[in-house]
Every structure is written in C-alpha cells, then in structure tokens.
C-alpha cells in the first residue's frame, strides 16, 4: 500500500464514523442568485441559483478562503455531465448541504472545458487519493489550494457502505478545526506527489524504433474484442486514435490482423447504438460490450477524431461504407453543432426532457429512444415490423441493462439485422428493403425533430475546433466535397478573427460575444494541425504561414528547455501548484502527441531542421513512458510512425491550384498518412515566403507537374497522371 493510498483511507475511515444529520428539503431554482450569473461557461451558469455562495476559480475566492481561515470546496465538471446534473440536484440545491458549504467551506465551480489545466492537476491528485476519477469531481483544498482529500460523485446521504456528501463536509469541517495537521501533512504529500509525477514523465530517454510499435500492436492485440469489436470491457469508448494507429502499422507491416482489428471495430461501432442512425453523429460511448446503449451525450471532438479515423479507413479500403458514415457526422455537425459565425459548439447534452409541460423532468435518452407503438404510429405496421427488426426494436424495450430505470419500454436503434437478413425474412428485395429503411429513417427524424432537444453547450473551443477543421479539411479532399472545405475554412477564420489576441496569442473560448482564457498547449497544437490539413486541402499560404507563426509562438511559451517536451500551460500564464506535462492520449489527444506530429510535419514542409530536432527531442523527453507502455499513447505512437518514415513530400506546380486537381483527386484517393502536400505556381503563389526553396519547382514545359520525395529524395518530376501513380506506389 502506498502513502497516498494509507493517507485516503485513513480519512475515509475517519468520515465513516461520522453521524448525519437530517437534511431540509430541495429548494426552488430560483430562489437564488450567486456569482455564477455573471459567468459565460455554460456549466457555471446552471449552477448561478444554487443556494450554494459559490466562486469562480478567481483570487477573490482564494483570498476569502485565507481571510477567514476556511478549506476550499473545488467542484469540477462540464455542462453535458449527467452525474454532475444529478450532484447539483441532490446536493447542491438542497438548502441544508448548501448551508454547510456556505458556512463552512469557501466554495468553487470550474468548467473543465473552459480550465482544463485546473481540472487535470486536481484530477491526478484525486485518482492518486482515490485510486480512480471522473466527473462531477469533488476536491477539498488547503487555502493555498494543496489538495487534502477528493473524490467524483457524492450522494447526499450516506449509502452503499460510503459516506454522504453531508457526511465528508462535517467530518472535513471538524477535522480541518480540531485536527488540521493530518489534512496539513496529506496535503504536502500530495503536492510533492503530483511534482514528481511531471518528473518521473521526462526521465532517462531510451531509442524509440519499430520495436515499440511493434509492442503497442501486440498490446492492442491482447485487448481486442474479436468478436464484438473494441478495445476492452465494457463500457466501450471510440478510441479511434488506436485504429488510426493500426492502420499506420497495417501499412507499414503488412499485418492483415491489423486491418481487420480496424475493420471489425469501426463496423460495429456504426452498426451499433452509439452511433445515431437517424441524425448522424456518435454519442459518447456504449454502456455495453455489444455498442447497443450508450451514454448519450455527443461531444465535437468525438465527431472530429472518430470521423478522421473513417476517413483513413475508407482510403485504405474503398468501402462506401465508411465515407458514408463520415459523411453523416458531417452533417450533423454542420446541421447541430455550427454557430452562425462558423464557429463549432462544444457539446450536446445527454439528459432532455420528454413532456413539454415538465421541461425539469430530464432523463437520459429521452430525445433519442422509442417506444414500439410511436414507431409503428409513424411508420404504419407493415413497414414499422420491417424496420423494427432491422433496428432491434421490441415491445418491452431493448436496453439489456438499464441501472436507472431510463429505458423502460424504449428503444435505442441499432442495426440487429442486416439488409440482407431482412430481404430473406420478409421475402422483400434488398432495394425495396433499403427504400423502406431509408424513408423510415427520414419519417423518424423528421418526427424526432418535435421533441424537445437536449440541452447545446454553445461555446467555441479553440483545441476541440482545430480538430474539428482538421477532419472536415482532410474531408473535403477524400470525399470531393467543396462544402466541408469552406465550413472549414469559415471555422479557421472565425477563430483567427475571434480568438486571437492583437500580440498574436492564441486564446481558449469564445462565448457569447466574448473572447477569453489564455489558450494551452492542446489550442495550438491542435489548431495549428487544423491549419496544416486546411492548407493541403485550400493551397492557401495564409493559414500555412499561420501555422508556422503559432507553432514559434508554441514552441517560445510552452516549451521545457531542460528537459524537452511542452508544459500544459504557457509560461506566462497563472502557474498551479504543480506544472503539468501531458502525454497520455485519453478521450482527446495530448497536446504533446499532437504538437509532436505538428513539429514534423512543419519539417516536411518547410525543410527547416529545428522543427525536426524538436521533435525528436520531444520524443525522446517521454520515451521512457513510451516504451513501457506504448498502448497508452496511440497518437504518439503516430508521431513516431511518421518520424521512423518513410515520408512523401510531395509539391504539385502549375499554374493555378485546379489544374492539379487529377493529382490531388489521386493523393487523397488511397491511404498515405505520412506525407505532406505543396503547391507552387509562379503567378498565384506567395509561398515563397515561407518555404523558401519551393521557388525551383516549376511547371515542366507549362503543364502541371508533380515532384515526388522520400525522406528528402527526390524523383524526376513528372506530367503524367500515371507516372505520379506509380511514383505514389513505390
């Protein structure tokens, strides 16, 4: 047992014995106002009539707590959270638990979306207390904010053999008067703990080589469901870097078994109920092994990196299936989640309402699932017993486990039975079959479309739309369609234009006609690979040229001279108790696998060194971690791909961009992920001016002309659509 775990006991068991008093009963929400009302984060607006005196994350807070000698209550969550929807309904609307709090605590909200550096600090002190994280977080500090003690959720009383929320707030109030010392001393060494961890992340380097991705693959292996599809038990979470991973090693290895780990995953993802067969879009993840019922909420970076992922897929295969699947979260994204101004929400909620006359009566799903009788309604019986057997669809409902009680007689819609399976039931064609599917789809989104909608986190993220303009960039040249191009480039410029200060920094959120939050390493590693994709697919040399200044900019506030690898959070910017270096890939990339990539693929196209050993520096800062457990890592992991090579570096010359259409169409047409793509033409170009020596590649005898390089060897050039194919080949 380590001192960390010792020390989380010893206040668990401490709180255990504690006696609870009675609590009062739930107040009205708008019996009150706090602070929170003067917020843009929609999360922390929900909370602005709560009874609780709550605190932004602000030194008004910080110095109340010092004044008056009080431990500060740390709430951190996101406004799509349903379990912090239940915390706030349970605990902090009740006037009894928020009379503690007021009294006792010097309580604060953060938005985990808005402060991601808050919450990750404060989240590995939790998981080294607690053994475990998530969210809604709960985390009681020191006033000079060392943590002492934490954990996620907290019903109101005690249950389950653990205490109540009520329970920890007297027993943390008494113990921090009678006997402050323990929590004083559990609070070092956490923070001596969470020091250590940023060092132990850049310790002795070791040499990257195939070996490690040969060793990710085998440990991917070791995890697959191959039956099912998926990455573990359930619950089953997209995780599409991994399959992009797989894909990269299919390639480069020629395994078989990694294509169809790929294949296996992404079909019964899309097959499955987590996907959204009427609106497009994934939502979270699956509750179960099987894909079939999901968390419902659907997040923008979901929808960017899952269809990313699809799009490799349907290069490496060319199977319409997949481009299929992209093209629908496209559509939602561009139908649901795009602001007038071209900017892209964040998130949508997966809790709303079923009954109009009670729009607080939220549960989960309830937008998204159907009784058997609505569909049949809808649909007529013939047709609605054709489609229910193809979605699964039962009089009693579908979900095979339904812990709160959400999805009694309802149905999530998920692909039971395949078209063909269906055509031999019914004795139908597959066509007449396809038809019926196809317009019960239409009748049910359309009729979906009367609910009440679950709740639209509406504020813009500089990392989470970088990612997004990265997939609808890189999409608009694999599938041949100009609209995502220009909802990409609509989206890059909003946030040149909004978010991004007169000195040229990057900021973090936009909302509401408001700017703000100092932007971190993930808003410009992820935006500046947004720009990168977004040139490729534009040939436009601004957003080339603002690629490179952001990544200087990135490289001058982020970076660790000592010891390689980018801190979290600028050097300029308000410091925590612990500087944060992250490299694990979770539900998003770190910033350190995506700047790594970023720096690289600088290279390539510019030829510039330094952009090259930065790379490799950061690599080797984190290979250590790397190479003990390179699973974790699946868009690191791509980075090294890319920097063991081979690479193409190709530049296309003409005199205008649509005249290498036919090699551009032959470029993004089959998988090729590590290369890099440039256009020169000697009458439109100003590229000159960042990629100095692109000036003598030219146009051979005034056609369009393709020179084609590995690893900065070069072939002839040529003019013929057939010689760049083979070119591509080698």
């Known amino acids: 047992m380590t ?41 922390l607006l929900q909370h602005a009539h709560n009874p609780v005196d ?55 909200k953060v938005d985990r979306e808005e402060r991601p550096d808050v919450d990750q600090v404060y989240m590995q002190a939790v998981m080294a207390m607690s053994g475990s994280g998530g969210w809604p977080m709960s985390v009681f500090l020191t006033p000079d904010l060392k943590p002492f003690y934490g954990g996620t959720y907290f019903p109101p009383e005690d249950k389950w053999g653990k205490p109540g929320f009520a329970t920890v707030l007297r027993s943390i109030s008494d113990k921090w008067k009678e006997d402050r010392g323990v929590l004083l001393k559990s609070s070092e060494e956490i923070s001596e703990f969470l020091k250590a961890q940023t060092q132990n992340k850049t310790e002795e380097s070791k040499e990257l080589t195939e070996d490690v991705l040969k060793k990710a693959f085998h440990q991917y292996e070791s995890q697959y469901d191959a039956e099912l599809g998926g990455f573990g038990p359930a619950p089953k979470f997209p995780r599409t870097p991994i399959v992009s991973f797989l894909l990269r090693y299919w390639k480069r290895e020629g395994d078989v078994k990694a294509i169809e780990m790929s294949e296996r995953t992404l079909q019964m993802m899309a097959l499955g109920g987590m996907y959204d067969h009427l609106g497009g879009g994934f939502h979270r993840y699956s509750t179960d092994k099987k894909w079939h019922i999901p968390h419902f909420e659907k997040m923008l970076y979901d ?24 093209g629908d979260i496209f559509n939602y994204v561009l139908r649901e989640m795009t602001s007038s101004e071209g900017g892209f929400y964040s ?134 369609d100009d609209n995502y191009k220009q909802a990409a480039m609509k989206a890059a410029d909003f946030i040149l234009d909004k978010l991004v200060t007169p000195e040229g920094r990057l900021l973090h959120r936009y909302r509401d006609g408001e700017s703000g939050i100092t932007g971190f390493i993930e808003d410009y590693a992820f935006f500046i690979y947004g720009l990168l994709d977004l040139y490729e697919a534009t040939f436009e040399v601004r957003y080339l040229k603002e690629a490179i200044r952001l990544a200087q900019e990135m490289k001058r506030l982020f970076w660790d001279k000592e010891k390689g690898g980018f801190f979290f959070t600028a050097s300029d910017a308000e410091q925590l108790i612990s500087p944060m270096k992250e490299i694990y890939d979770g539900a998003i990339p770190s910033g350190n696998s995506m700047a790594t990539l970023v720096l690289l693929r600088l290279n390539r196209m510019t030829m510039e060194s330094d952009w090259n050993e930065d790379a490799l520096k950061t690599l080797s800062a984190f290979s250590s971690e790397i190479e003990r457990m390179p699973s974790g890592y699946p868009q690191m992991l791509i980075a090294l791909d890319f920097s063991l090579g081979p690479n193409r570096e190709v530049v296309l010359a003409a005199e205008s961009a649509k005249d290498v259409q036919p090699m551009v169409d032959e470029l993004f047409g089959s998988f090729l992920p590590n290369k890099v793509v440039l256009f020169h033409s000697d009458k439109e170009s100003k590229i000159e001016e960042v990629v100095p020596f692109i000036e003598g590649y030219l146009p051979m005898g005034g056609k369009p002309t393709a020179y084609v390089c590995q690893n900065f060897a070069c072939q002839l050039p040529t003019t013929e659509l057939t010689s760049f194919k083979q070119l591509l080949k080698k």
Not at 60 to 68: P, T, V, Y
Not at 463 to 479: H, K, T
Request: hydrophobic residues 40%; proline residues 3%.
């Open 347 to 480: 998130a949508e909620d997966a809790d709303s309402a079923a009954d109009e006359d009670k729009p607080e009566d939220k549960t989960e799903g309830a937008f998204y699932v159907w009784e058997e009788s609505e569909i049949k309604k809808a649909l007529g019986k013939k047709n609605a017993e054709i489609f229910n057997f193809a979605f699964g669809v039962l009089p009693g409902g579908n979900a095979e486990v339904d812990p709160h009680g959400d999805f009694k007689d309802k149905n999530t819609l998920y692909v039971a039975n395949l078209v063909e399976g269906v055509a031999k039931k019914f004795d139908r064609t597959e066509p007449e079959i396809l038809e019926i599917l196809k317009s019960g789809r239409k009748k049910l989104f359309e009729q979906r479309r009367e609910r009440l909608r679950p709740y639209l986190d509406d504020k813009v993220l500089t990392d989470w739309n970088g990612l997004m303009i990265s997939s609808l960039a890189f999409g608009s040249r694999v599938l041949g």
């Open 54 to 108: 709550w605190y932004a994350w602000n030194e008004e807070a910080f110095e109340k707590a010092r004044k008056e000698d009080k431990p500060i209550f740390l709430s951190v969550g996101y406004s799509t959270c349903h379990w912090c929807h239940v915390m706030e309904k349970e605990s902090f609307e009740n006037e009894a638990i928020a009379q503690i709090l007021n009294d006792h605590f010097v309580s604060i």
């Open 303 to 326: 929808q960017a990196l899952i269809s990313k992922t699809y799009l490799e897929a349907y290069q490496a295969t060319q199977n319409s299936f997949y481009a299929d699947v992209v």
């Open 3 to 43: 001192k960390y775990s010792f020390i989380h006991l010893t206040i668990v068991f401490a709180l255990l014995f504690c006696h609870i008093q009675p609590l009062g009963a739930d107040m009205q929400s708008n019996k009150y106002t706090n602070r929170l009302s003067q917020e843009k984060s929609p999360y």
